[in-house]
């Protein structure tokens, strides 16, 4: 029997998988988007180098099942062969669904990826139900599903209310995903992960997601911004998520079904962070100018008109995507994780410094290596290697 993941070859992704590959014995069936294995195995490598190394790689190939298919696929089945969705159909005894657009910008990457590959998944999900029966669905989600707020504590039961405005598409179709998993697999032990802003390691500087790290660099950077200097930001590292949900996934019975991964009440307010990396860097904290925010995104907006060459037009379109989750000041629990999990996240403050100077240094790309040759016996796309 095998768990059946989404999403393995992205950032969160990859976490959760090669944790479970670490910590747990069973399969790993990952829906992988590739033209055939050989391809499947080199995205599967450029995710997994940020964990682990080509030879323990190649050995945790041995408990890797890939299943090419694509969640906007126009064939049935999300586009998985039919022979083997017929196996994964029999194999699969529980799914983490991680998978997702996150194009802010994108109602229609939105709508394809998250509303009809969720529905797909869940497809999968209830033929393993009525096959052999499925342990738990873990659907991986997102604050976003809270709406906009301001100035808010946010809790898990509550978080969703269908008559409060959505951020970006991002974030509503995100809500109406975890509706489906609700409404749809009603008799399936469900758990519902809603990550806050997910950045960095807690561990050590290195990332392979940039997005969220480069607004932050530019914000860092600016001489004043636009922000409360009290204002609180929701900033989690990955190695908390991701463990959170390896951890909760495998659990007999989880305590609660929705959990926000998120620093809750510990998170830091935006003059603690400023003051942590200026301690760090030896530049001077910008100055804050919370009455600015509309002036603000106006220039934003106006630099957005910029040909997409210009140095300016990245920092603009990420400042216009991510300024609403910087400055509305809103937190989410995390009671419930911290008690189950029996830890709290780092604060960002601890770490905050070292990522900036990292993603600046490799200026915001992770130096991917190249898959090595295979050791003797093992290929990449060997029979031995094929789905079974
Ligand atoms: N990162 C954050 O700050 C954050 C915060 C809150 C919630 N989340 C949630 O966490 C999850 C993972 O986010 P992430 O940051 O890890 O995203 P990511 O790095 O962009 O990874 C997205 C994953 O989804 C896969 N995918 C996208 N479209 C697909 C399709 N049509 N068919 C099959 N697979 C597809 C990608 O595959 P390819 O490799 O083929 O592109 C990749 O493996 C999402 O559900 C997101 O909503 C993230």
Same mark, same amino acid.
């Given at each position: 029997?095998?768990?059946?993941?989404?999403?393995?070859?992205?950032?969160?992704?990859?976490?959760?998988?090669?944790?479970?590959?670490?910590?747990?014995?069973?399969?790993?069936?990952?829906?992988?988007?590739?033209?055939?294995?050989?391809? +499947?195995? @080199?995205?599967?490598?450029?995710?997994?180098?940020?964990?682990?190394?080509? %030879? #323990? *790689?190649? $050995?945790?190939?041995? &408990?890797?099942?890939?299943?090419?298919?694509?969640?906007?696929?126009?064939?049935?089945?999300?586009?998985?062969?039919?022979?083997?969705?017929?196996?994964?159909?029999?194999?699969?005894?529980?799914?983490?669904?991680?998978?997702?657009?996150?194009?802010?910008?994108?109602?229609?990457?939105?709508?394809?990826?998250?509303?009809?590959?969720?529905?797909?998944?869940?497809?999968?999900?209830?033929?393993?139900?009525?096959?052999?029966?499925?342990?738990?669905?873990?659907?991986?989600?997102?604050?976003?599903?809270?709406?906009?707020?301001?100035?808010?504590?946010?809790?898990?039961?509550? +978080?969703? @209310?269908?008559?409060?405005?959505?951020?970006?598409?991002?974030?509503?179709? %995100? #809500? *109406?995903? $975890?509706?489906?998993? &609700?409404?749809?697999?009603?008799?399936?032990?469900?758990?519902?992960?809603?990550?806050?802003?997910?950045?960095?390691?807690?561990?050590?500087?290195?990332?392979?997601?940039?997005?969220?790290?480069?607004?932050?660099?530019?914000?860092?950077?600016?001489?004043?911004?636009?922000?409360?200097?009290?204002?609180?930001?929701?900033?989690?590292?990955?190695?908390?998520?991701?463990?959170?949900?390896?951890?909760?996934?495998?659990?007999?019975?989880?305590?609660?079904?929705?959990?926000?991964?998120?620093?809750?009440?510990?998170?830091?307010?935006?003059?603690?962070?400023?003051?942590?990396? +200026?301690?760090?860097?030896?530049?001077?904290?910008?100055?804050?100018?919370?009455?600015?925010? #509309?002036?603000?995104?106006?220039?934003?907006?106006?630099?957005?008109?910029?040909?997409?060459?210009?140095?300016?037009?990245?920092?603009?379109?990420?400042?216009?995507?991510?300024?609403?989750?910087?400055?509305?000041?809103?937190?989410?629990?995390?009671?419930?994780?911290?008690?189950?999990?029996?830890?709290?996240?780092?604060?960002?403050?601890?770490?905050?410094?070292?990522?900036?100077?990292?993603?600046?240094?490799?200026?915001?790309?992770?130096?991917?290596?190249?898959?090595?040759?295979?050791?003797?016996?093992?290929?990449?796309?060997?029979?031995?290697?094929?789905?079974?």
């Amino acid at each position: 029997m095998s768990i059946f993941i989404t999403g393995a070859t992205g950032y969160l992704g990859s976490y959760v998988a090669s944790i479970l590959l670490d910590t747990h014995k069973d399969r790993l069936s990952l829906l992988v988007r590739g033209r055939d294995r050989a391809q +499947a195995v @080199d995205k599967l490598w450029r995710a997994f180098q940020l964990h682990m190394d080509a %030879k #323990k *790689f190649y $050995e945790s190939l041995a &408990r890797i099942d890939f299943v090419l298919g694509d969640l906007t696929s126009e064939a049935p089945h999300l586009g998985i062969a039919p022979d083997q969705y017929k196996k994964l159909v029999r194999s699969t005894d529980s799914v983490i669904h991680i998978a997702a657009s996150l194009n802010r910008k994108s109602e229609k990457a939105c709508l394809n990826t998250n509303l009809r590959g969720t529905l797909g998944v869940i497809k999968l999900a209830q033929d393993a139900n009525a096959t052999g029966g499925i342990r738990r669905f873990s659907h991986v989600s997102t604050v976003a599903v809270a709406g906009q707020r301001d100035r808010e504590t946010v809790q898990e039961d509550t +978080a969703i @209310d269908w008559n409060r405005s959505d951020y970006d598409p991002y974030g509503r179709t %995100k #809500k *109406f995903c $975890e509706h489906m998993v &609700r409404e749809l697999l009603p008799d399936v032990p469900k758990t519902f992960f809603r990550p806050s802003i997910v950045m960095g390691d807690s561990r050590r500087v290195e990332t392979t997601q940039f997005d969220m790290v480069r607004a932050f660099c530019v914000l860092a950077d600016l001489p004043a911004v636009p922000v409360r200097p009290d204002a609180r930001l929701d900033i989690v590292h990955a190695d908390f998520v991701a463990s959170a949900i390896a951890t909760l996934h495998q659990k007999k019975k989880t305590a609660h079904e929705i959990y926000h991964l998120s620093s809750g009440e510990g998170a830091k307010t935006a003059i603690e962070i400023a003051t942590a990396l +200026a301690g760090a860097t030896g530049k001077s904290p910008p100055r804050f100018l919370p009455g600015m925010e #509309k002036p603000f995104s106006g220039l934003v907006n106006t630099m957005m008109n910029l040909p997409k060459a210009n140095p300016l037009f990245v920092p603009a379109s990420l400042l216009k995507v991510f300024l609403p989750y910087v400055t509305y000041d809103t937190v989410f629990d995390n009671t419930r994780v911290c008690k189950e999990m029996g830890k709290a996240p780092v604060p960002f403050t601890e770490y905050a410094a070292p990522l900036y100077r990292w993603a600046k240094g490799v200026n915001f790309e992770y130096p991917y290596q190249p898959l090595p040759a295979a050791p003797k016996g093992v290929s990449r796309g060997s029979k031995s290697l094929e789905l079974r």
